[in-house]
């Protein structure tokens, strides 16, 4: 079946460090990839997507690439804030019929310090 | 403002009190979902329905229930929770395979 693969957390940065998170998946056909964001005591937000290969999802100076080739989305910025502290989940959204379910990585935890 | 709405936020529950969670979304989206959210596992779907009286199971739907009788609205139903329940839930919503819209999440505590 589908899964997600993202890197094991914690990662602790100073401010405008430079930002990756990997995600790899495994998945029949081409799914649609998705990066959300989960800011302490809150839902999930989505951050960014890609729907095909070789799109460029980017949003809050946050980007993240599907690459079809080594089946992977990683996550990146430039310099990162306090401010993007949160758990951020990798996920996808295959093509299992009517049912559009996220399949999700198992989230890493971000922290930037001042 | 587009929202998906969950209630209540948080609920403390002895073993095998029913109760529901709420989950109400005014975007007209014809999908919804509910996912369990557990530390070391991420996210997983319990149920999804495609459209007013059509649901199905999710990848664990075990000790849980759902119905579908208005389009905006998808409760959960636990009939008998177990402090294996005990989890952060979240319902989200969605215009066909389109982006998903997460409510705020509900944390369950079973006793």
């Known amino acids: 079946g589908d899964s997600v693969t993202q890197m094991e957390g914690p990662v602790t940065l100073s401010e405008e460090a430079f930002l990756t998170i990997n995600c790899t998946y495994t998945?029949?056909?081409?799914?649609?990839l998705f990066w959300y964001v989960q800011y302490p005591g809150e839902g999930l937000q989505l951050l960014l997507k890609?729907?095909?290969?070789?799109d460029k999802g980017s949003n809050k100076g946050f980007e993240a690439t599907y690459r079809k080739e080594t089946t992977s989305f990683h996550l990146e910025k430039g310099s990162v804030q306090v401010s993007d502290s949160a758990v951020y989940f990798c996920?996808?959204?295959?093509?299992?019929?009517?049912?559009?379910?996220?399949?999700f990585g198992k989230g890493t935890l971000l922290t930037v310090n001042p | 403002e587009a929202q998906v709405t969950q209630n209540p936020r948080y609920l403390i529950t002895v073993t095998g009190k029913k109760l529901t969670v709420t989950c109400s979304q005014n975007?007209?989206?014809?999908?919804m979902s509910w996912y369990r959210q557990d530390p070391g596992l991420g996210l997983r779907q319990i149920y999804y329905?495609?459209?007013?009286?059509?649901?199905d199971k999710g990848d664990v739907p075990e000790g849980y229930k759902v119905s579908r009788k208005e389009k905006r609205n998808f409760p959960l139903i636990l009939e008998s929770p177990s402090p294996n329940q005990t989890s952060l839930y979240f319902c989200?919503?969605?215009?066909?395979?389109?982006?998903?819209?997460f409510g705020p999440g509900t944390r369950l505590l079973v006793l």
């Open positions: 329905s495609m459209n007013v009286e059509v649901t």
């Open positions: 890609a729907t095909k290969a070789d």
């Open positions: 996920a996808l959204s295959g093509l299992g019929g009517s049912n559009y379910k996220l399949t």
């Open positions: 975007m007209n989206h014809e999908y």
């Open positions: 998945a029949t056909g081409y799914p649609s």
């Open positions: 989200a919503s969605s215009f066909g395979g389109e982006t998903q819209y």
